[in-house]
């Protein structure tokens, strides 16, 4: 399948979704600083367009690509008060919705490991809240950079994927379990702390050390992503704030993107998976360690 014929659709309804959509009225905060004056119609559209992408893409390899997004709107929330915060909450809540979309398709497609999103979603979603609640004032720049390095490295694993041994031993029923809890706490804690789902994280390890089946890893680590964030983003809504005229102009951009993205992943065989996954890794990895010491 042709890169045109991929967008073509894409683009055809994000352009029905704009026809439609009508810019909000002006609202005041706290701070004094109205977000959706004229100034700032470009930045509420600019973040549409980027939310739709990123859905888009991300729901094609399982994930929501939220640390792209966060920095876009920490710059566009820079004036009211708790900006950062305020955030990390939207930013949360924006990809639960894409995820929910997503993970709608992907279960509809038979994608979805159930056991597994049990096994890690759960704990995931349980070390998110915790995290938010004690740890939300931890300056976590340092975090993401550790996190970047690792997304690089893991997309070279995950390009480059190993021949199994004959003589190779495989997971027993227990410590695969283990494990699978082990990634969801882990991940879950550091969910709250960055403001991200984390799910870049959690994807290459749920295909080189579980060895799941790149569409079926997918699938069920966009489910996983969705308890992490909504149940994070629920808390960090009760404990740092949304910003809700944002986060309701981002939500039919975030939910169209992520649907017709998970609609597009039958069409991609799993060797062009492995490495489409392998590139948006690397690249989302590059971004969070150039962001992270701007």
């Known amino acids: 399948m042709s890169i045109q014929a991929l967008l073509l659709p894409v683009i055809h309804e994000f352009a029905q979704i704009l026809i439609f959509i009508k810019p909000i009225k002006n609202i005041q905060y706290k701070s004094g600083v109205?977000?959706?004056?004229?100034?700032?119609?470009?930045?509420?559209i600019i973040l549409g367009i980027v939310s739709f992408v990123l859905s888009f893409f991300g729901a094609s390899v399982g994930l929501m690509l939220g640390q792209i997004r966060l920095p876009l709107i920490v710059y566009a929330?820079?004036?009211t008060a708790n900006g950062i915060g305020i955030a990390t909450g939207t930013n949360l809540a924006t990809a639960?919705?894409?995820?929910?979309?997503?993970?709608?398709?992907h279960i509809k497609e038979g994608r979805v490991n159930y056991?597994?999103?049990?096994?890690?979603?759960?704990p995931s979603a349980i070390g998110a809240i915790i995290s938010v609640l004690a740890f939300a004032r931890i300056q976590a720049d340092w975090i993401k950079v550790v996190i970047g390095i690792v997304l690089?490295?893991?997309?070279?694993?995950?390009?480059?994927?190993?021949?199994?041994?004959?003589g190779e031993d495989k997971l027993s029923t227990h410590q695969r379990f283990l494990i699978e809890i082990g990634i969801g706490v882990g991940l879950g804690l550091l969910a709250g702390i960055v403001g991200l789902g984390l799910a870049s994280i959690r994807l290459p390890a749920m295909i080189r050390v579980l060895g799941m089946e790149p569409k079926e890893a997918v699938g069920t680590n966009l489910a996983i992503n969705f308890l992490t964030l909504a149940t994070g983003g629920t808390a960090s809504m009760l404990t740092l704030g949304v910003?809700?005229?944002l986060l309701l102009s981002l939500v039919p951009t975030t939910l169209l993107g992520s649907y017709i993205g998970a609609k597009t992943l039958k069409k991609i065989e799993s060797s062009n998976l492995r490495k489409l996954i392998a590139w948006v890794l690397g690249g989302t990895g590059a971004f969070m360690i150039a962001e992270s010491m701007h």
């Open 34 to 44: 109205s977000m959706f004056s004229a100034n700032n119609y470009s930045i509420i």
């Open 77 to 79: 929330l820079q004036s």
């Open 96 to 105: 639960a919705m894409g995820a929910c979309a997503g993970t709608y398709y």
């Open 115 to 122: 056991r597994v999103v049990c096994a890690i979603g759960i």
């Open 152 to 166: 690089i490295y893991s997309s070279f694993q995950i390009a480059n994927p190993k021949k199994p041994n004959q």
């Open 243 to 245: 910003h809700w005229p």
